[in-house]
């Protein structure tokens, strides 16, 4: 089973930045698995946001595009989210998670999330 835990939401004034992390723990090789970072706004599903293969190759929704950068450290079991240039459209819970395009197969379990709140 994985456990997955983010930090670093908070609230900012748009414009603003933050940057997130995401540690991964037990039955994981976590260096072989792309990991993503998804979202989800009040009333809306879960999107993708960012994925990062095991290779390094990065891959980004429309909408954050030249304004976030996904990043992971191996060695920490950790993946990363600088958000910069916010906008009150990022307000969402922000949770990572498995990265797989070619199969859409997820991590059995999601954690709890961070909540990044953009004020206007």
């Known amino acids: 089973q994985v456990r997955l835990v983010e930090s670093g939401g908070g609230l900012v004034q748009a414009g603003g930045s933050l940057r997130l992390s995401c540690a991964a723990s037990?039955?994981?090789?976590?260096?072989?698995?792309?990991m993503g970072w998804y979202r989800r706004a009040p009333g809306n599903q879960r999107d993708l946001v960012a994925g990062i293969t095991a290779g390094g190759s990065t891959n980004y929704a429309d909408s954050v595009k030249g304004r976030f950068t996904i990043s992971r450290d191996n060695a920490k079991n950790t993946v990363y989210l600088q958000m910069n240039s916010l906008k009150p459209e990022d307000t969402a819970v922000y949770y990572c998670n498995k990265y797989a395009p070619e199969t859409g197969r997820l991590f059995g379990s999601w954690g709890q999330g961070t909540q990044v709140t953009v004020s206007s």
């Open positions: 037990g039955s994981v090789v976590f260096s072989i698995n792309g």
